[in-house]
């Protein structure tokens, strides 16, 4: 079927939105009219190819739609269905069945390689292959092809509009405070960056019960929002020493912090930041083989830094989760959102890579 879809041509290129031919769902996919679509910093980081994602591509992976058709196989949702789609795992790796999929072996070939993991291509122009498949969906288009894995039954009395986003910032964020790191009652959290991923980590400390919530952001408006949506005190590393502010508030140190920017000099300071036996998770994207310097005796002495993919989430438990808490009005994220038209997808990155707004999403279908 020809829809339109916004291609990425060359590294660092606009998106172009133009006519692509899409193939029909094989026996385990499902066939998505995308809604909206959230945009998030790792699309940037495939268009300017700090991740191994092959060119020209559609890229988006926080997509949330209406299912169309599904694959003969396919028995977890039918036409109809709303759904949010999240990336993808094999399901068959010694991670997958111990029931870690964040951490599947296979991560990057079936979320960043392009195709199909029979390795044949979903898109087309002409006779060009347009890469597809981008975390097992390429949701910057009217419709995308999903598999069964990676594809999340949600209530059709939730607006389906601001839901693309749960299935990888939102739930990344929320995620690394309830299941990384177990957030107790009583416990104290420095987040050091608060764009979608920070906030929605925020948000999920006020759920856990932190009595203190600390947001680390050079930007004052991003701040303003932390304190609106749960956090209890802001830091603005470029007024103060982000370090010594931290321990000063509390006591010593926070419970836990997490790194949310992807920037070696901030991981730094959100290890050194912790006491004894403080928990340090690592969620900011960086481009293979970067490296970071740390103090070898705060680590040695009792604390941990840990990598936290997607959350430790299972889409099909915890999306749902999250989207109870929000009806509850305890997970508001939608407070985060700007819509844009599709057609404005130039604009909406601009937009997000200024900090002008924290989640942009795309308004593609009804």
């Known amino acids: 079927m020809e829809i339109r879809a916004a291609v990425t041509f060359e590294q660092s290129g606009e998106f172009k939105i133009e006519p692509v031919q899409l193939s029909d769902p094989n026996d385990h996919e499902v066939l998505v009219?995308?809604?909206?679509?959230?945009?998030?910093?790792?699309?940037?980081?495939?268009r300017d190819q700090h991740l191994p994602v092959p060119l020209p591509s559609v890229l988006g992976h926080e997509g949330a739609g209406v299912v169309e058709k599904v694959g003969a196989?396919?028995?977890k949702v039918k036409p109809g269905d709303h759904v949010a789609l999240s990336w993808m795992c094999c399901g068959a790796c010694p991670s997958c069945l111990a029931g870690?999929?964040?951490?599947?072996?296979?991560?990057?070939?079936?979320?960043?390689?392009?195709?199909?993991?029979?390795?044949?291509?979903?898109?087309?122009?002409?006779?060009?292959?347009?890469?597809?498949?981008f975390f097992g969906q390429s949701v910057f288009a009217e419709y995308a092809l999903a598999e069964e894995r990676n594809t999340v039954k949600v209530?059709?009395?939730?607006?389906?509009?601001?839901?693309?986003?749960?299935?990888?910032g939102i739930q990344t964020g929320a995620g690394a405070v309830i299941n990384a790191l177990k957030?107790?009652?009583?416990?104290?959290?420095?987040?050091?960056?608060?764009?979608p991923v920070g906030m929605s980590a925020v948000l999920a400390a006020v759920v856990c019960g932190c009595t203190k919530i600390i947001a680390v952001d050079l930007s004052p408006e991003r701040?303003?929002?932390a304190e609106e949506l749960g956090a209890t005190h802001v830091v603005n590393p470029g007024q103060v020493d982000a370090v010594e502010a931290i321990r000063a508030l509390t006591g010593g140190g926070p419970n836990y912090s997490l790194e949310c920017v992807g920037n070696p000099a901030v991981l730094r300071q959100a290890v050194d930041v912790l006491p004894l036996l403080g928990v340090c998770g690592v969620l900011g994207v960086v481009p293979p083989g970067t490296e970071v310097t740390l103090d070898n005796f705060l680590i040695m002495n009792g604390r941990t830094v840990r990598g936290i993919i997607e959350g430790d989430a299972i889409p099909d438990l915890f999306i749902p989760k999250l989207i109870d808490l929000y009806r509850q009005g305890r997970?508001?994220?939608?407070?985060?959102i700007t819509f844009y038209p599709f057609e404005e997808i130039n604009k909406a990155v601009e937009d997000m890579e200024k900090g002008r707004v924290i989640?942009?999403?795309?308004?593609?279908?009804?």
């Not at 990057?108 to 199909?116: C, K, Q, T, V, Y």
């Not at 957030?183 to 960056?193: L, N, Q, Y």
């Not at 997970?331 to 985060?336: E, K, N, Q, S």
């Open 100 to 133: 870690q999929d964040p951490y599947c072996e296979n991560f990057l070939p079936l979320n960043f390689g392009g195709a199909r993991p029979d390795g044949t291509t979903t898109m087309k122009q002409g006779d060009q292959v347009i890469h597809g498949n």
């Open 359 to 366: 989640k942009p999403v795309l308004m593609i279908g009804s």
């Open 155 to 168: 209530p059709k009395d939730v607006p389906i509009e601001i839901l693309g986003p749960m299935g990888c």
């Open 183 to 195: 957030a107790r009652p009583g416990t104290s959290i420095a987040i050091f960056g608060v764009g």
């Open 73 to 75: 196989n396919v028995t």
């Open 331 to 336: 997970f508001p994220f939608d407070r985060m």
């Open 33 to 46: 009219r995308i809604v909206a679509a959230g945009i998030c910093h790792t699309d940037m980081a495939a």
């Open 223 to 225: 701040l303003k929002v």
